[in-house]
């Protein structure tokens, strides 16, 4: 049956993955192209047309909608394959090619055209776009390059390697221990570095401005070990605005750190002699090696884990990163762990990797393996794709091109692919399963030890036939932590194993699949449904979608609601989200990426105890995401509304949640409070966050309306882990008490007027700008939110200060900066309160917090 794409799924088949013609200027009448029709360098926006007029370079284009648009025929992108049957058959002949007599490669074009078709196997997006198309474009979604060398020369190397990789649309993970802590004595000029945390800002930089392969922009992961000395910084430079802002950043934590947080122990903080003579040419930020071999280290600070480890759950409930990787556990269930130890993971995080290691993706579309008759899976069906699948990914690693020969001298010694899955939440809909529920834990158990038992026979058998990966040595493989599992419930594996060998080091990734996902019409990755109706910002524009399974048992039963096995990400607990995380990670020999959504209310204690379940479950790693916690989404369940005057040219359009999806409807199942005078919390609140500088440094306050009258209120101020930010947030959530208790008088006028004017130790700005303390600041932030009602977009007035469009439904108060104030501003901006003196005075000088004041230093 011929596929036919529509909507957002054509535009992302044609944009991303269709084999593109280089020449645009080839374009004529009649031509299906993909035009330009919002060119925003942030957020721009792409239909599907026809063209249907061309007079030199200017061509018209009548889009699908019917609109016709005059452009340039450099805004347009044309392809040399329209429908899905084209790629597969390209896709096929390429992965086949390498099989060694035309006859194996006829067998296979037809075996790997069969799992193809339909969709049943949905290749990477790397492969999707390369193979049979460029051979200058990688087909492995993700690399590791080495840490840094610790010097200059080092470090531009570095980033040579990842700006050559990314270019050709590889995603780069790099683990920054290699470099010396800020403030380091670098000897050869007589100076001191700035740190692991600035040079990951480099590579952040450099990643924004690099396009891969002409369909996405570069994407890069960085990490830290848990006892490098800017461990602190690195957790904390992204509250900085304009940080590390191109890059996903992950803890990497030990089973010692973890031992340490939990018996409340000290830390310490180190870095190896940089004065070691084999420095330079042994150092490659392995600590455990550097120790082993007899070389010193310096110890930098000693601090309880439970400082870092509160720090990192802070930043990750404020702004859902860093993420958290278990690395020291990764590597005990790493099946390469007698030769090649993982060392960073991908951007996405679903690949650890070692050194110079690379790993090509793709992903079994679950969603079509569903007996209708039988109520069950095609475990038949399933086991043949599976098996296909297995030699279609092993066949990449002879087929793509090798930019360096340090990764292709990785790769051959240890073949390592991942297979994954999408459409597992349709899946499980079709077969009246709840997502996150006991009975979907034994499913997600049965159904994932079925795809990774036969994953694994399917590489044997290609051993068998081609060879085992050259490092396999059988006692050692199947010593792994992942072997141990497999082997103990599926002994046949570990028999075929030692019979036949192993064609690949590891075989199961989960990656997240959200383009691909979305372009073949299931849910993406191992996820939930993020909403059965919701809106989705990308490189292609603002596009709503419909869940078509959802919309499909609407029409059939208009007069009901949704059943419950019908759920979405915001309606489930995040502990439901670890737990199908923790079944599914143990049949996954490689790494899950995976989201834990929580809501706007979820607290800083609630997220300790989700990182601490995802740890004693065995997950490999963790990221959450409060919802709300950043200013732009990529996926929302409210619609954009074009502002006014072209602000739309300038910010993203707010993006927060809205009762017009059946996704966000259900009352929150984490509070129940017994009062019946105070109201509680919706699901979804509306409001505006409020930018003010206040004499702690720059507040966001965010005020949402329950009932068109101010109910709650969140504050954000200071660095994470200060006493500013446990006293705002305290302020703020004694003030939503308040807000929310009864129904006498108007709450906000008299909160305001108990705040407004509270004085402390400073001030900041003048006249009506004049800010006195945090307090004043909400004060005035509630004084604004009465005056201007709920329609901010058309806000317009001036009320003394400066008006900026917002990132986050939201109006942004700031306060006229002269060059005192801006002197003020630079000076208090990580002020915190002094213990000795009690003034705010307490800044970070040469990594210790030492009071402007009185003198009194933490550290002494």
């Known amino acids: 049956m011929k596929q036919r794409l529509e909507g957002l799924s054509e535009k992302i088949f044609l944009d991303r993955y269709a084999w593109k013609d280089a020449d645009s200027n080839n374009a004529k009448v009649g031509d299906v192209v993909l035009v330009l029709t919002k060119d925003d360098p942030k957020f721009p926006t792409k239909e599907v047309g026809e063209v249907v007029k061309r007079e030199g370079r200017q061509i018209t284009v009548k889009t699908r909608s019917g609109e016709l648009v005059e452009t340039d025929v450099e805004k347009v992108t044309l392809n040399i394959e329209k429908t899905p049957e084209e790629m597969w058959d390209r896709l096929a002949k390429a992965m086949a090619s390498v099989e060694e007599t035309p006859e194996l490669q006829q067998e296979w074009t037809e075996k790997f055209r069969y799992i193809l078709d339909d969709w049943k196997l949905v290749p990477g997006g790397r492969i999707a776009a390369g193979a049979g198309a460029s051979d200058e474009l990688t087909l492995f979604n993700c690399y590791v390059i080495p840490s840094p060398k610790d010097s200059r020369g080092g470090i531009m190397a570095t980033l040579t390697e990842m700006t050559e990789i990314m270019s050709r649309g590889g995603g780069v993970g790099i683990n920054l221990s290699s470099l010396r802590p800020r403030r380091s004595i670098v000897r050869g000029v007589n100076g001191s570095s700035s740190g692991a945390v600035s040079w990951g800002g480099l590579f952040s930089y450099t990643t924004g401005l690099i396009e891969q392969g002409g369909s996405r922009r570069g994407a890069l992961m960085l990490m830290m070990n848990d006892w490098h000395p800017d461990i602190l910084d690195f957790i904390t430079v992204k509250q900085t605005p304009g940080q590390v802002t191109n890059a996903n950043l992950s803890v990497c934590v030990s089973n010692d750190f973890m031992k340490a947080v939990k018996e ?144 292709r001298k990785n790769q051959m010694k240890e073949r390592r692919i991942g297979l994954g899955t999408m459409g597992l939440a349709e899946l499980m809909i079709k077969l009246k399963i709840r997502y996150g529920s006991p009975e979907s834990l034994e499913f997600l158990d049965k ?125 489930l607990k995040a502990e439901d989200h670890i737990r199908v995380q923790a079944a599914i990670q143990r049949w996954v020999d490689s790494s899950i990426s995976k989201t834990a959504n929580c809501p706007a209310d979820f607290t800083i204690e609630d997220t300790k105890k989700l990182y601490e379940l995802a740890f004693d479950l065995g997950c490999k790693g963790v990221t959450i995401y409060r919802d709300g916690s950043r200013d732009v989404q990529v996926l929302s369940t409210e619609k954009k509304e074009d502002k006014k005057d072209g602000a739309e040219a300038k910010q993203a359009e707010p993006v927060t949640n809205s009762q017009e999806s059946v996704a966000v409807t259900a009352e929150p199942s984490q509070k129940k409070v017994v009062d019946k005078q105070y109201k509680s919390r919706p699901q979804v609140l509306r409001g505006a966050t409020y930018k003010i500088n206040t004499p702690f440094g720059m507040a966001y306050i965010t005020i949402n309306d329950l009932n068109g009258t101010p109910a709650e209120i969140f504050l954000n101020v200071g660095k994470a882990g200060s006493d500013v930010f446990a006293m705002a947030e305290a302020l703020g959530r004694v003030c939503s008490l308040f807000l929310r208790y009864g129904d006498h008088g108007n709450k906000a006028e008299l909160l305001i007027k108990h705040l407004k004017g509270i004085g402390g130790s400073g001030a900041i700005g003048f006249g009506v700008n004049r800010v006195e303390s945090i307090a004043d600041a909400v004060a005035k932030a509630l004084e604004t939110h009465l005056q201007t009602g709920v329609s901010y977009r058309d806000h317009d007035h001036n009320d003394g200060y400066d008006q900026e469009p917002a990132p986050v439904a939201a109006a942004i108060l700031e306060p006229e900066q002269g060059e005192q104030a801006h002197a003020h501003t630079h000076q208090c901006s990580s002020r915190d309160f002094c213990p000795s003196c009690g003034t705010a005075a307490l800044i970070n000088i040469e990594g210790c917090k030492t009071c402007s004041n009185c003198g009194y230093s933490k550290c002494s």
């Open 447 to 571: 159904l994932y030890g079925f795809i990774a038992k036969e994953a694994y026979l399917a590489s044997t058998d290609i051993a068998a036939e081609k060879g085992s990966f050259p490092a396999f040595e059988a006692d050692k493989y199947l010593q792994s932590g992942f072997m141990k599992n497999m082997v103990n419930v599926y002994p046949e594996v570990g028999e075929a194993i030692r019979t036949k060998g192993m064609r690949n080091v590891t075989v199961i990734t989960q990656a997240p699949t959200g383009s691909t996902g979305t372009m073949v019409g299931t849910s993406t990755g191992i996820e939930p449904y993020f909403a059965f109706k919701y809106y989705r910002q990308s490189r292609l524009g603002f596009d709503e979608q419909f869940v078509p399974i959802a919309q499909e048992w609407l029409d059939t039963h208009p007069d009901e609601q949704l059943p419950d096995y019908f759920v979405t990400a915001m309606d």
């Open 264 to 407: 409340d122990l000290d830390w310490e903080l180190v870095f190896p002699d940089t004065t070691d003579p084999e420095y330079n040419e042994v150092w490659d930020g392995d600590l455990t090696k550097w120790k082993n071999a007899g070389h010193k280290v310096v110890q930098y600070r000693t601090v309880k884990a439970r400082e870092i480890w509160h720090t990192i759950i802070e930043s990750a409930w404020k702004s859902a990163e860093p993420g958290v990787v278990f690395m020291e556990y990764y590597n005990q269930m790493s099946n390469s762990w007698y030769f090649n130890p993982i060392i960073s993971t991908n951007p996405c995080g679903e690949q650890g990797l070692p050194a110079w290691g690379v790993c090509n993706l793709s992903a079994i579309n679950l969603s079509k393996f569903y007996d209708e008759e039988k109520n069950d899976v095609d475990w038949d069906e399933l086991a043949t794709t599976t098996h296909y699948s297995v030699r279609f990914l092993d066949n990449v690693i002879n087929r793509t091109p090798y930019h360096f020969e340090e990764n």
